[in-house]
């Protein structure tokens, strides 16, 4: 039914070098400017009066509708300038499968045209469409209501591109864990790794250990309830967004030992941020069982087909220190060699996560220190060496996430959104390049959380993240920084006209409306 309409219009095809200047973030896969036959060379546009526009649909999905509703409010905060004579009152959206799951491998991908006197977005999921409609209301221009008229088609080139933060060094409350899953979805990102708990303190209240939270937490107030995490998942889905546990072990575990005499090991001098406290005691049988049931827990109460099993920084000194463990290991025949003993704990933990029928994700040491995972597992590189790495592992046929070059949390003076934007996943070398690329399946964007709570982490993390999220959706030529800038800049402004204190990129400019800080708070 489009195409009679399109066939009347002239297409102008654009090229990698020419791409039309809109300002959208992330950049689409392939725009094409549609403009009037009478008025040839010249683009057209399309009015818009927020008030009244309206979405449409046939489909019956009320996430949809939700969806609807959200958009309509960010198109009611343009300014209003003078009544124009609108053209487009409506966008309708078609879905094909409005009750698709979201999953990793779910379809985002959508088209959208727009055309002087109407519009229509088609997507096979509503996540898809809900791409769509994000890049819809990026178009609108914030003065005038004017749209430009165009064809897109848009998918994503990672099907992984997820956000970490870090709920452990410091308290990040409900609500400002929704503002940056909000945020992340302007940018169409669609993991949300939560690295819930480290050994600063443990805010998740378990239901099967909830002494864990009550002597782990910094303190009653600094924790999240079950319904807490139920909100957190169930807004998550609302924004497009799969929800990723991380329950980092044996390492990275200090906040655990409160609740659990015995699960830690005991090493005066030699513990964790000065603590006598290590990682986990491997030797020590009671351990497992309770893994068990706080995996099994953990596995329920997240969907996500994936759940993030830690295993970085496991440092030997503390286990070294041990005479009791050192005896130990010599009855269990494990020599002097503690990537050994590392290997005996990972390996009565993958066994018990691999009863769980959930796939799993690792930090890179897992992989390096040749620890038995099993061919599905996926490898979470984060140290700087990672395309040695992706280069093995892809070899070896294993699936691969980075986060190397995207630690957020890491500050330095200038446009550091640059040295993000230009770190590609894909960027290693490879001897099969076609079937070792398709194995790296994006990345985490991450913001570790020493230096960053309620006060600070929105603006921190935006809209720096947008650099690589782009990259992490963008087509792969799309790396010149000049061609992001301007596209960066109206994307932060966008946020703050959406209402949140996303920072400057560049060193001087300014929003047409300003972040005031009283008026939402
Ligand atoms: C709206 O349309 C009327 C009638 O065609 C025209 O006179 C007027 O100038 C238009 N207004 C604008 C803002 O384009
Ligand atoms: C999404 O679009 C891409 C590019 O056209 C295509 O390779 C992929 O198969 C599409 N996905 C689905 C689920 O149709
Ligand atoms: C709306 O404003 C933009 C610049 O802000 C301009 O390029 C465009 O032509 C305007 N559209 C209409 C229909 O006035
Ligand atoms: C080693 O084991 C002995 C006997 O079980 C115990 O008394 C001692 O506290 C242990 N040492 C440490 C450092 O845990
Ligand atoms: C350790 O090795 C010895 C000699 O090979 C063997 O007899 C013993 O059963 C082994 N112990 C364990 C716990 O595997
Ligand atoms: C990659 O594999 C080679 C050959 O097996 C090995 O020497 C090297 O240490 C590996 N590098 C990493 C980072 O795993
Ligand atoms: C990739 O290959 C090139 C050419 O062989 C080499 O110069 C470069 O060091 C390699 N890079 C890595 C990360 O191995």
Redesign the pocket.
């Known amino acids: 039914m489009l195409l009679p309409a399109l066939l009347s219009l002239l297409i102008v095809t654009v090229h990698s070098v020419d791409l039309p200047r809109l300002p959208l973030v992330p950049y689409p896969q392939h725009v094409s400017l549609l403009s009037s036959s009478s008025s040839s060379s010249s683009s057209s546009s399309a009015l818009i009066d927020p008030l009244t526009f309206t979405f449409s649909t046939t489909s019956s999905s009320v996430l949809l509708k939700e969806v609807f509703d959200r958009y309509h409010k960010y198109l009611k905060l343009h300014d209003f300038v003078?009544?124009?004579?609108v053209t487009l009152p409506n966008l309708e959206v078609v879905i094909e499968d409005p009750d698709e799951e979201l999953l990793l491998m779910t379809s985002e991908n959508y088209t959208l045209t727009i055309q002087t006197n109407s519009a229509i977005l088609q997507a096979d999921t509503v996540f898809g469409a809900m791409r769509g409609l994000e890049t819809f209301s990026q178009l609108v221009n914030t003065n005038n209501y004017s749209l430009p008229t165009l064809h897109i088609e848009d998918y994503p080139r990672y099907k992984f591109r997820g956000f970490m933060l870090d709920t452990s060094r410091h308290y990040l409350s409900v609500g400002v864990l929704k503002q940056l899953i909000r945020a992340a979805s302007w940018s169409k990102l669609n993991v949300f790794h939560w690295h819930i708990v480290d050994d600063p303190s443990f805010p998740y209240c378990s239901v099967v250990y909830p002494d864990l939270c009550r002597k782990g937490a910094f303190s009653p107030h600094h924790v999240y309830s079950q319904s807490d995490v139920l909100e957190i998942i169930l807004f998550s889905y609302k924004h497009g967004v799969i929800v990723l546990p991380e329950l980092d072990t044996p390492g990275h575990t200090l906040s655990w030992g409160a609740a659990l005499p015995g699960f830690l090991t005991h090493c005066p001098g030699h513990g964790n941020i000065g603590s006598d406290y290590g990682p986990i005691d491997p030797s020590n049988d009671a351990v497992y069982p309770v893994l068990k049931k706080l995996f099994t827990e953990i596995t329920n109460v997240f969907p996500s087909e994936f759940v993030h099993l830690g295993g970085d920084e496991v440092h030997y000194g503390c286990w070294k220190s041990d005479q009791n463990l050192t005896n130990w290991m010599a009855v269990h025949n494990i020599s002097g060699n503690y990537e050994e003993l590392e290997d005996y704990y990972e390996t009565r933990l993958l066994k018990i996560v691999n009863s769980l029928n959930k796939n799993y994700i690792v930090w890179e040491e897992i992989y390096t220190h040749h620890l038995d995972i099993t061919p599905e597992t996926i490898i979470h590189a984060w140290l700087p060496n990672w395309k040695k790495v992706f280069q093995n592992a892809t070899s070896e046929g294993y699936r691969c996430i980075l986060s190397a070059c995207w630690y957020l949390n890491r500050i330095s003076y200038g446009e550091d959104w640059q040295r993000f934007y230009k770190c590609d996943p894909r960027s290693f070398n490879v001897t099969a390049p076609y079937s070792q690329q398709q194995l790296v399946l994006g990345g985490t964007i991450c913001m570790w959380g020493e230096y960053v709570d309620n006060t600070n982490v929105l603006h921190r993390t935006w809209p720096r993240a947008s650099a690589p999220a782009e990259r992490l959706w963008a087509p792969e030529y799309l790396t010149d920084v000049k061609f992001m800038e301007p596209r960066i800049e109206a994307h932060r402004c966008r946020m703050v006209r959406r209402g949140y204190p996303a920072e400057p990129t560049l060193s001087r400019g300014h929003c047409h409306v300003e972040y005031t800080w009283a008026t939402h708070h």
Do not use: A, D, E, I
Not at 82 to 85: D, I, T, V
């Open positions: 003078q009544k124009l004579n």
